[in-house]
Nanobody, 119 residues
Framework: QVQLVESGGGLVQAGGSLRLSCAVS????????IGWFRQAPGKEREFVAG????????NYVESTKARFTISRDNTKNTAYLQMTSLKPEDTAVYYC????????????WGQGTQVTVSS
C-alpha cells in the first residue's frame, strides 16, 4: 500500500505562484512515476505533469509546460509542482498519483489540494 498526501494549495491572485507537495510513503517500488493531475468544477480530470522517480525524466501537458515545473526530492520522498504565472483557469483540485509502470493507469491517488486563482 502506498500513501500520497498533497499540500500547498490555497488562494492566490492571478500572476502569482504556488508550490504543491506530494509526500510519498508506504511500500513503493524500486522505480515509479509520479503524476500531477487537476480537476476543475464541471470538467474531467486532466494530466498536468509527470516525473520518473529515479531518472528525473519529466513530461508535461502542453498548456502548462512553460509555467509549471515538476521535481522530486529523494531524501524527503516528496514530489513537487511549482506553478508560476497562475491564471484563473488553473483553478482546480490538484491530485498527485503514483504508478509502477512507465505507462498505463495510476495505482494510488492522494486526496487532492484546492488551488484557487482569483482574477
Amino acid at each position: 500500500q502506498v500513501q500520497l498526501v498533497e499540500s500547498g494549495g490555497g488562494l492566490v491572485q492571478a500572476g502569482g505562484s504556488l508550490r504543491l507537495s506530494c509526500a510519498v510513503s508506504g511500500r513503493t517500488w524500486a522505480d515509479y512515476n509520479i503524476g500531477w493531475f487537476r480537476q476543475a468544477p464541471g470538467k474531467e480530470r486532466e494530466f498536468v505533469a509527470g516525473i520518473r522517480w529515479n531518472s528525473g525524466n519529466t513530461n508535461y501537458v502542453e498548456s502548462t509546460k512553460a509555467r509549471f515545473t515538476i521535481s522530486r526530492d529523494n531524501t524527503k520522498n516528496t514530489a513537487y509542482l511549482q506553478m508560476t504565472s497562475l491564471k484563473p483557469e488553473d483553478t482546480a483540485v490538484y491530485y498527485c498519483a503514483i504508478r509502477r509502470s512507465l505507462v498505463g493507469s495510476f495505482d494510488y491517488w492522494g486526496q487532492g489540494t484546492q488551488v484557487t486563482v482569483s482574477s
